[in-house]
């Protein structure tokens, strides 16, 4: 059997897999002339933000400073009651959860779809109670959730819906950019997104009275320009600085670049792969645009023996650094949900959840194992070239052969 050669694919957490160039580079000099860092007084953020908002076709949108502080300005913006319940899913970032409680809400983690590994709307009615307030959804991967009948839920039951677009940039729904779908929408400007300043994050919104609190919970809640300004409530510091605000202008040029080219690649490698048994590709369809934050293959562990694991580290001897079994372990199995870790001993806000919240039995959570038991996450970038892709196909064809040999 013909092996082919390790190869050393672009990486997102170095300057093989980044886009960083001259408009960086001078971007950070101008900002340093302009002798102002902060956004209050600066024009960097300022403009990124306009900028944002009208990719997204929404009318407002606040830089911050990562993924995680988007989604906790998102989620008090809501200005929700202690022990209101917020319905999400447990295979997401850790950013996407902790907020939540840190705003002294009870994240509630429906159940996956098994194949798009995103909530549902089914899933997220299985969990609907009189407490729930909110439903924020992953994007994962790049790959919308089927927001038609997410909002209809929501909108029938009067809860209020957050997307957490961080791996999701460029994506849409029905040819709604995600984003602009729900009340609020949440990206990260992370090593490793689509676009990247390192560390950065961007709130969006269509709505003026959200938009108001957006801007308050970034900064300290004190009322810049008002008659009698004063600091409202409490709320943190979450401003993004004119030197990042700089990079993620630059960087916002490159968007389109990075999903186009993701997206092109992807289709490249599911054309390569069509008809190897034992994975399914991607679905994308039904009216939603995928852009690849990753490219996720479904592993039949009943085909290949050995299933995503035994693929991945046949993979990984290869040179493609996978992540079979993504997160490993779905979020409500990390210590800060198993011992409930939060301020000092007091459990706080757990001790105001219904039992049935925070139930994590694992026959409540069919479709969330059988998705991590079967993923396999292929490292994506949008450097990579065709031969990259086609060295990818080649390799998981070898492998998988080698594997029911
Ligand atoms: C990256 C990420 C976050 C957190 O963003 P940070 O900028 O790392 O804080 C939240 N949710 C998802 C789905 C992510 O991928």
Same mark, same amino acid.
């Given at each position: 059997m013909k092996e082919s050669p390790p190869r050393t694919?672009?990486?997102?957490?170095? $300057?093989?897999?980044?886009? *960083?160039?001259?408009?960086?580079?001078?971007?950070?000099?101008? $900002?340093?002339?302009?002798?102002?860092?902060?956004?209050?007084?600066?024009? *960097?953020?300022?403009?990124?933000?306009? /900028? *944002?908002?009208? +990719?997204?076709?929404?009318? %407002?949108?606040f830089a911050c400073t990562s993924g995680t502080a988007a989604i906790h300005v998102a989620v008090a913006a809501l200005d929700l009651e202690p022990g209101d319940e917020v319905i999400t899913t447990s295979i997401t970032d850790m950013g996407a959860l902790t907020p939540i409680l840190a705003q002294g809400a009870i994240p509630v983690f429906a159940d996956v779809d098994a194949h798009t590994l995103n909530l549902t709307a089914a899933t997220i009615q299985a969990v609907v109670s009189v407490r729930t307030k909110a439903i924020l959804v992953t994007h994962l991967f790049g790959d919308p959730c089927e927001m038609e009948a997410i909002m209809e839920l929501a909108d029938q039951a009067g809860i209020a819906v957050l997307e957490d677009c961080c791996q999701a940039f460029g994506a849409a729904d029905q040819g709604h950019p995600v984003g602009s779908i729900g009340a609020i929408g949440c990206f990260s400007l992370q090593q490793g997104k689509h676009i990247t300043t390192g560390e950065g994050g961007l709130v969006t919104t269509d709505d003026d009275a959200l938009a108001r609190r957006l801007f308050l919970m970034i900064n +300290?809640?004190?009322? !810049?320009?008002?008659?009698?300004?004063? %600091? !409202? *409530?409490?709320?943190?510091?979450?401003?993004?600085?004119?030197?990042?605000?700089?990079?993620?202008? $630059?960087?916002?040029?490159?968007l389109d670049h990075s999903v186009a080219s993701r997206v092109a690649?992807?289709?490249?490698?599911?054309? $390569?792969?069509?008809?190897?048994?034992?994975?399914?590709?991607?679905?994308?369809?039904?009216? /939603?645009? %995928?852009? !690849?934050w990753r490219y996720c293959l479904d592993v039949d562990p009943h085909v290949i023996p050995g299933g995503t694991v035994a693929l991945g580290n046949l993979l990984r001897a290869r040179g493609i650094g996978c992540a079979p079994r993504y997160i490993q372990k779905p979020a409500f199995q990390c210590q800060i949900f198993t011992e409930q870790r939060t301020f000092g001993t007091s459990k706080w806000p757990f001790t105001l959840a219904s039992a049935d919240a925070v139930d994590y039995s694992p026959e409540r959570f069919p479709g969330t194992f059988d998705a991590l038991d079967r993923v396999l996450v292929l490292p994506w970038n949008e450097r990579f070239t065709s031969d990259d892709v086609l060295f990818i196909a080649e390799a998981i064809r070898e492998s998988i052969d080698e594997l029911k040999a």
């Open positions: 694919l672009p990486n997102d957490q170095d $300057a093989t897999g980044r886009t *960083f160039g001259e408009e960086e580079q001078s971007a950070v000099l101008a $900002a340093l002339a302009s002798g102002t860092l902060t956004s209050t007084k600066g024009s *960097f953020v300022k403009q990124l933000e306009a /900028r *944002f908002a009208e +990719k997204l076709g929404v009318k %407002h949108a +300290k809640a004190w009322g !810049y320009g008002d008659q009698n300004p004063d %600091h !409202y *409530f409490l709320a943190l510091n979450y401003r993004m600085n004119e030197i990042t605000g700089a990079v993620a202008l $630059a960087q916002m040029q490159k690649n992807a289709d490249q490698l599911s054309a $390569a792969l069509e008809g190897v048994n034992g994975i399914s590709l991607p679905l994308g369809g039904s009216g /939603r645009r %995928h852009t !690849y």
